[in-house]
RNA sequence: CGGGGCGUAGCUCAGCCUGGUUAGAGCGCCUGGUUUGGGACCAGGAAGUCGGAGGUUCGAAUCCUCUCGCCCCGACCA
């Protein structure tokens, strides 16, 4: 295939060994490498390429490196993971998104029944009263809290329905519940007997944001808040970081996503806590994210709303409390770390569907042929039992579906769809299902499959007798290992050390990334530099501590270190 | 909330400047046929209160006013 063509009409995104990267206006981008030799008769402008290879192929999904913030909206409508409500700010998720959602939910859930929680549910509304009691709490909240002010609808004079009811004492919709729990523990606990109460909850919250973005930041979310109370200020301080572990492990062994432990500094830190704790994760396009966050609350809260004990030396005390949370934000960052410019990539402990499996056959006895071979191949997967048993479930879409792994509702499904072969890869690659496999006649002849690997869409040629649970539990296994190896080298090469300020702002601009430096934390310093470099303290870091430098703003002696980097 | 861009079929958009039959195209969708190992082709078909409200006009997708929404940038944030 000699396809040259001029550079002319596109757009040259890059240039490395020698390789030119391209986005044509039809929003491909395709590599090229300079032809030697001359003599094609498309010869137009002074260079030609030869088109080595379509780096991307998906017509539905801009490119990383054109447009990041379009890339990512695109893989989710690509995806099919979520959609926009006629709301402004909430999103719909749909099924393939909320099936991740309950992926992620499932093994938190069991991390924390692990440690010794227990799950409840508090009510969406609060009493606007309640959200004053904490100083730090309200001003934090105020400006983004919906209101209820209203119990129902009325007529009008012209016919048209106006809000009737006005309550005796407005309603907030919960931003984050620590204040109606705080409520309830006042009343539930009254001995050190009682403590520590370690209770969790899944639900949604609502936070009127300006801007919105699907997953990241939505007007109303899905998260879980845990919220402990303990006899003493260092059962509550380790509870707080026993949390973040919990959350650092769920990060990287479900999600795949290397993030670093550390503190927030007084400017970033929750309203209302001692220390706020938190997990910051990169994304592909070098900004921060924080993932997770884990609140020291002390007394603040308890003396707020009088969370009293009675404890073994007789006297009336408050307790310490601490809460905790991650939300369906972890979704956007699960997609912006791994996917790539086909489309999502789903870590394989977290994917609802982990093969696809594509027939291809012309004639009905084909079809036979390759049919039979996939029910073998789907018996030795699944097993006999499941195969049966998906015989008599409905089938979405046409589309059956066969348990792999019931317990964690990890599925199987194969595409007998009427379509072309071509199609069906690139639907389910799009998807980010991490295996697909074809089965053609010429498969079956050699009692072989092909197995393609979604992560580097790389192909390899499998014997159906090597196919077993064991043998795809490893390649799944294999898979979230690599991806978590390459995220955490692509984090790593973007941390990066900081001397000075102006180095800071150099390295910022050049590479983003973390930038690693001594700084003395400090409210007013801190909103300059963010003003000046759009940059914040993402964390004040577990590791590397207690190494004496100079404060890289007022150039003080200090042992603290700190990461900048721009965060979404 | 401030600045910019955009709202016409499920999606991407043309038409608007200069108002005038029945509002178009590509993709997608449905039907039939030929096809099928990485995004097929032919034929036929369904699908739009032109974001909404008001105004100007004999007549508005087109002009004016207001409004709502989305995307990007900033401030805020998990």
Known sequence: ??????????????????????????????????????????????????????????????????????????VIAASQLADYSPVKGCMVIRPEGYAIWEAIQRDLDRRFKDTGHVNAYFPLLIPQSFLTKEAEHVEGFAMECAIVTHSKLQKGADGKLVPAGEL????????????????????????????????????????WEMRTRLFLRTAEFLWQEGHTAHETPEEAQEETLRMLDVYAAFAEESLAIPVIKGAKTDAEKFPGAVTTYCIEALMQDSKALQAGTSHNLGQNFSKAFDIKFLGRDQK????????????????????????????LIIPPKVAPTVVAIVPIFRSPEEEAKVKGFIETLLVQLCGQAEVDAAKTRSARNG???????????????????????????????????????????????GGALVLKKRLDRSKEIVQLTQVAPDWLRAKLDAVQQEMLDKARAFRDGNIRAAASYDELKKTLAEHGGFVRCHFIPNKEVEAKIKDETKATVRCIPFDGQGVAGKCIYTGQETTTQVLFAQAY
Not at 333 to 339: L, Q, R, T, V
Request: aromatic residues 12%.
């Open 399 to 445: 589309i059956p579906r066969y348990f792999f792994d019931k317990a964690a509702n990890q599925q199987i499904l194969v595409d007998w769809r009427d379509a072309r072969p071509g199609d069906k890869q690139y639907h389910w690659e799009q998807r980010g299902i991490p295996f697909r496999m074809e089965v053609g006649p010429r498969d079956v002849d």
């Open 1 to 74: 295939m000699c396809k040259s063509l001029s550079l002319r009409d596109c757009r040259c995104a890059g240039n490395g060994g020698g390789v030119f990267r391209a986005d044509s206006p039809s929003g491909m981008t395709r590599e090229f490498r300079p032809l030697a030799s001359a003599g094609c008769p498309s010869y137009k402008s002074g260079f030609r390429f030869v088109l080595i290879r379509n780096a991307s192929m998906a017509k539905n999904i801009k490119p990383r490196a054109t447009d990041y913030a379009q890339w990512y909206l695109d």
């Open 316 to 343: 009336l005390q408050h307790a310490w409390t601490t809460s905790w949370g991650v939300s369906t934000r972890l979704i956007g960052a699960m997609i912006m770390a791994h996917s790539d410019d086909e489309g």
């Open 168 to 207: 005796e004492e407005p309603l907030i919709i919960r931003p984050t519940s620590e204040t109606i729990i705080g409520h309830m523990y006042a009343q539930w606990i009254q001995s050190y007997r009682d403590l520590p109460v370690l209770i969790n909850q899944w639900c949604n919250v609502m936070r």
